[in-house]
């Protein structure tokens, strides 16, 4: 912790404690994203453990959700650290996790700004950033990017995501084989063990849902619920695929 | 669209028919990613697909025990 006017809190996580949508500052519901189902009745959601993992069909909205959390954090709603504009926003038409975090309120204790919002799709665009900002600085860059992927995402995780904070992971499996997702279970074990670092994450890997101690919720069009990881879709047409892969296949190219 | 000159050939898929390294253009084989330990075609692709299919249904048929397993080593 050698960063100056850094100090670690002598208090565990999970520190967001709740984040709400305000319903006053909602002015069109008809609007994306507060069209989106979750948010039609009280969208309520309680963190108790460390580590959230959150599941659901694409397009239910949970990379909103997360977007969402990441500005009230003080992220980047593309990605990155506290302060960093890893993307140029100049030419986007909207924000969806600016406008929601407008209207959404939070509870912290305390209120923690350090952590990383970490996308998936704008990994290339953040890395590239670190990069030219140690650049501009006259010191050695991190260089994720002379790398495949998958490990290029390994280190980032392994340098980045082991002090306090609250961090914020939206499919970090997209760029790891199975047994890098095996890796990044060892990680969100670390974490959890130092006590202070607050995950919520989103994911349709089965082997990151089945992480022990975390709450998982899936999101559906009827809202969060907690779920079990058998219960999950993606559990069940992974197992179904195991059991029998070519049968799996032919059958859903049969259904076309 | 408006493009014009674009026809569509008449042979089938697939057309790139092969890709291989041109020895005499790497410079540094001990840099990214010539470093890369792929030792042929057939071998690498047989060994990466074992290796995922496996650990795949080693996790299905027991997720919990799998990742308890895999955390306590």
Not at chain 1, 33 to 40: K, Q, V
Not at chain 1, 45 to 73: C, M, R, W
Not at chain 1, 76 to 101: C, F, I, N, T
Not at chain 2, 30 to 47: H, I, K, M, N, W
């Amino acid at each position: 912790m050698s960063r100056k006017g850094y100090r670690t809190i002598n208090l565990p996580a999970p520190y967001l404690k709740r984040v709400w949508l305000d319903p006053s500052q909602v002015r069109d519901r008809a609007e994306y994203p507060f069209c989106l189902p979750i948010f039609a009745d009280d969208f309520d959601l309680q963190f108790e453990a460390p580590i959230t993992i959150i599941v659901g069909e694409n397009g239910t909205g949970k990379s909103t959700i997360l977007e969402g959390i990441a500005v009230l954090a003080g992220y980047d709603d593309a990605g990155g650290g506290k302060g960093y504009r890893p993307v140029d926003h100049s030419e986007a038409l909207e924000k969806m996790g600016g406008q929601l975090s407008k209207a959404l309120r939070a509870s912290w204790l305390p209120k923690i700004t350090h952590g990383w919002f970490f996308r998936a799709e704008s990994f290339f665009s953040v890395a590239r950033y670190l990069d030219e900002a140690a650049r501009d600085a006259g010191v050695r860059g991190p260089d994720f990017l002379s790398h495949s992927h998958g490990e290029g995402f390994l280190r980032f995780f392994e340098e980045r995501c082991q002090r306090q904070g609250i961090f914020i992971f939206d499919e970090p499996e997209s760029a790891l084989s199975p047994s890098r997702q095996i890796e990044f279970l060892k990680l969100l074990r670390r974490m959890e063990e130092s006590r202070i670092c607050q995950v919520i994450m989103a994911t349709h890997a089965p082997m990151l849902m089945a992480y022990p101690n975390a709450t998982l919720l899936r999101l559906t069009k009827a809202g969060l619920e907690p779920a079990k990881l058998r219960e999950t879709d993606h559990f069940k047409l992974m197992r179904e695929f195991c059991d029998d892969p070519s049968g799996f296949i032919d059958a859903a190219l049969r259904d076309e | 669209m408006g493009r014009t000159r674009r026809r569509q050939t008449t042979l089938s898929a697939p057309y790139l028919r092969r890709v291989r390294l041109d020895r005499t253009l790497v410079e540094d084989w001990e840099a990214y990613p010539f470093c890369l330990r792929v030792q042929g075609r057939v071998r690498s692709q047989l060994r990466v697909r074992c290796d995922h299919a496996g650990v795949m249904r080693e996790f299905c048929d027991d997720p919990r025990g799998f990742v308890e397993a895999t955390l306590g080593e």
